[in-house]
């Protein structure tokens, strides 16, 4: 699929600035960075990571849909008061790829459990949800089953959902201190081309938190790019245990926080730094293919495939 011609929206990157000027935000500025020459080192590493999970993990790619049933509406939750770019970038995406493809699909985000389910009283059969959403007070795994139980199509169901699958592991390690004043945070996607680095950055660990680029001398303290490495792949493996017993996998977003050699972070929640700790090219590409395998997924659902 051919890259659409959309900027970023320096609108959506105001979180906690008072400024007339959009374009000298804070999170906008951030967002810049990655798209930069800051980021050279970060953008390349990422991706011969992504080729270690291809050869590691070739037996999860989530199966593709022959047939192309297309819902009728497309609902983003969110979270509550969210002031950050990801539900309204990747709208803005999808509604700009949908227009070029002709496609019809009524899109929204919604902030609220009271919006969510004003949403669905009318429609559900013909609705594909996409949940980004850390909070309870919007969404959580039982509103996810009966929403279900209705034949809203969900991704990624109650994996990810306040109460579901994620609060209940027990791996993952208590948040130990960093010596090196940083943590490093990576986001993966799981869809029909298997399991994604989508990004990798660091996090400073003073307030206020800042989202910066990879470099060699922030990996020396773990082993180098090895080390990263063996991170990654062993959180790929911890990441693929959530959905290994499901007959009908369905994609997801995740974000996972390394800090001493440890996982100390794993949540669904991805709105922190998923679209600003990107370059703006891979965030594209990364949202249409997660349009699509949510598309896929919609189509594996039993009655909607004609």
């Known amino acids: 699929m051919a890259l659409i011609d959309i900027a970023r929206e320096p609108v959506y990157y105001t979180a906690d600035f008072s400024g007339m000027d959009v374009e000298?935000?804070?999170?906008?500025?951030?967002?810049?960075?990655?798209?930069?020459?800051?980021?050279?080192?970060?953008?390349?590493l990422i991706s011969r990571l992504n080729n270690?999970?291809?050869?590691?993990?070739?037996?999860?790619?989530?199966?593709?849909?022959?047939?192309?049933q297309f819902p009728q509406r497309i609902i983003i939750i969110n979270t509550v008061n969210d002031e950050l770019p990801l539900?309204?970038?990747?709208?803005?995406?999808?509604?700009?790829?949908?227009?070029?493809?002709?496609?019809?699909?009524?899109?929204?985000?919604?902030?609220?459990?009271?919006?969510?389910?004003?949403?669905?009283?009318?429609?559900?059969?013909?609705?594909?949800?996409?949940?980004?959403?850390?909070?309870?007070?919007?969404?959580?795994?039982?509103?996810?089953?009966?929403?279900?139980?209705?034949?809203?199509?969900?991704?990624?169901?109650?994996?990810?959902?306040?109460?579901?699958?994620?609060d209940k592991l027990s791996y993952i390690e208590p948040p130990p201190a960093c010596t090196n004043n940083f943590s490093i945070m990576a986001h993966y996607r799981l869809g029909t081309k298997g399991i994604v680095l989508e990004t990798a950055y660091a996090q400073t660990l003073q307030k206020p938190e800042k989202l910066l680029p990879l470099t060699s001398s922030m990996l020396e303290a773990i082993g180098g790019e090895a080390g990263l490495q063996n991170m990654i792949l062993k959180a790929a493996t911890e990441l693929m245990k959530l959905t290994e017993h499901s007959g009908n996998r369905?994609?997801?977003?995740?974000?996972?926080?390394?800090?001493?050699?440890?996982i100390v972070e794993l949540q669904g929640d991805a709105a922190r730094g998923l679209c600003s700790s990107t370059r703006w090219s891979d965030f594209i590409a990364h949202s249409l293919a997660w349009l699509e395998d949510g598309i896929a997924y919609y189509n594996r659902q039993p009655g909607i495939s004609a």
């Open 250 to 262: 369905p994609p997801w977003r995740f974000q996972v926080g390394f800090a001493n050699n440890s």
């Open 24 to 44: 000298q935000a804070p999170h906008y500025l951030q967002a810049l960075a990655f798209d930069g020459e800051d980021n050279t080192y970060g953008a390349r």
């Open 87 to 166: 539900a309204y970038e990747t709208r803005r995406i999808w509604e700009a790829q949908l227009h070029k493809d002709g496609k019809s699909c009524f899109t929204r985000i919604v902030n609220s459990r009271k919006t969510l389910l004003k949403e669905l009283q009318t429609e559900t059969e013909h609705t594909l949800v996409f949940s980004q959403c850390g909070s309870a007070e919007v969404y959580d795994a039982g509103l996810c089953h009966l929403l279900m139980e209705s034949k809203v199509v969900i991704i990624p169901g109650s994996i990810s959902a306040p109460g579901g699958t994620l």
């Open 52 to 68: 270690e999970l291809v050869q590691a993990y070739p037996q999860y790619n989530l199966p593709p849909t022959a047939t192309e």
